[in-house]
């Protein structure tokens, strides 16, 4: 469980097809500019297995409109693979906005890093747009955030973190990413298991 001053939370709507984790985005803004998601229930599916965040073509065509104009200053580029549809020159994650997904009882503020990819030397939006109105929330878009699922609690919390820091020294304790302890149990389980 996230228990930080830092996490917020949104609840887990209960929906078929069980296998999906579904969550409510109300919408999404960037910078001040706020934009409203088509309301269903469960209208996106959280997967720490898909690598791009999907949102409805209706939302999609109003954030890239939006960050079209909030990058004026920027220098639009092609993707000539045709994956993304928003690209720019020089990877200038310095200058690009924070997105903020607007999911039921948490706004969760989400930077460049979060939202943007290198990709053949550019920096290009991990956000597509769907074909079915199928909405994802997707890995890229969950990096540097402890991700919880309580399923008791019927709820999601994220909280930031450095995923890429695995380890701290403090106050004479040697702390661990919980990534890092999962795999340090894990291998000592298997030597344990092949050795018996």
Known sequence: MVHSSNSVSTPLVSKEPTTFYYLNLEGL?????????????????????????????????????????????????????????????????????????????????????????????????????????????????????LVTYDLEERKVSFASTRCSSTSYYSDGVLHLHPSTLLLLLSLSMYKLLITS
């Open 29 to 145: 803004s960037v910078n001040s500019n706020k934009f409203v998601q088509i309301q269903t229930h469960g209208n996106i599916v959280i997967d720490s297995g898909t690598t791009y965040t999907i949102l409805s073509s209706h939302l999609y065509n109003q954030l890239e409109s939006t960050l079209s104009n909030v990058t004026v200053d920027l220098t639009r580029a092609e993707d000539l693979t045709r994956t993304f549809r928003l690209c720019y020159e020089d990877k200038p994650f310095a200058r690009l906005p924070n997105i903020t997904f607007h999911f039921t009882g948490a706004d969760l503020i989400l930077g460049p890093h979060n939202t943007f990819i290198e990709f053949n030397g550019l920096a290009c939006l991990a956000i597509l747009p769907s074909k079915d109105d199928f909405s994802i929330f997707g890995n890229v878009a969950q990096r540097n955030f």
